[in-house]
């Protein structure tokens, strides 16, 4: 597709219910990112995925956040057992990682996680 | 430790010009990013500075000055559509974005 795309764009679950969060990059990046995004808060980095490298998860909040990209391309987050704190969106970043000046990351619409 | 520093909300008129500071502190740097976003919408990418100095695109400008960890966006000719949350990024050595809370502009007529 023209560009990032997420599933569902809307999810309400109960807590302690586990979730799963897809992302579709723009075709041809090697390069795929998972952020957070609380009410009044700034972008929150949560894991990056680059080719075949180990990802870096240096950003999850705790062992219940885990991800996974198949294939080089879609990437699915999974939270389990969720927390009202979780509530946020979520948002995935693509970019080529061609080199250059930029290799600017390009945002999807986001899903917007409510936990009860 | 990382700390990005914004304004959290500015107000302008519209046909003004309005300037958003941003200062960081981090511990790697490979270039700076600007994104708008509008309320329930993703980012939208606005400007790069690798460089120290001005990069001009329309009637959006970005700043950047390495040795004083700042950087600014500068907007004129602002329209209603330019309110929105504008956001400072950071890019570190191994390419993950750190962002600033961002600055919420409101544009008045």
């Known amino acids: 597709g023209a560009g990032v795309s997420q599933s569902p764009s809307n999810k309400v679950t109960e807590k302690g219910k586990d979730v799963e969060l897809r992302c579709d990059p723009i075709?041809?990046?090697?390069?795929l990112y998972w952020y957070r995004q609380s009410l009044g808060q700034g972008l929150e980095f949560l894991i990056y995925?680059?080719?075949?490298?180990?990802?870096?998860k240096s950003g999850l909040p705790s062992d219940r956040f885990s991800a996974e990209r198949t294939g080089g391309s879609v990437s699915t987050l999974t939270i389990q057992r969720t927390q009202q704190e979780d509530s946020a969106v979520y948002l995935c970043?693509?970019?080529?990682?061609?080199?250059?000046?930029?290799?600017?990351?390009?945002f999807g619409p986001g899903t917007r996680l409510t936990v009860l | 430790g990382q700390n990005i520093d914004q304004p959290t909300e500015m107000t302008a008129t519209e046909g003004a010009i309005v300037q958003i500071n941003c200062t960081y502190q981090t511990s790697g740097f490979n270039g700076l990013f600007w994104y708008q976003q509008h309320a329930g919408e993703a980012p939208t990418f606005l400007s790069y500075n690798v460089l120290d100095g001005l990069e001009e695109k329309g009637r959006f400008s970005s700043f950047l000055s390495r040795s004083k960890g700042y950087s600014y966006l500068l907007l004129k000719e602002l329209q209603m559509k330019d309110s929105a949350s504008y956001l400072c990024a950071v890019r570190s050595y191994t390419d993950k974005l750190i962002f600033g809370t961002g600055t919420r502009l409101q544009v008045f007529p």
């Open positions: 995925f680059q080719g075949n490298s180990a990802p870096d």
């Open positions: 970043a693509s970019s080529s990682r061609r080199g250059g000046d930029t290799d600017t990351q390009y």
């Open positions: 075709s041809g990046h090697t390069a």
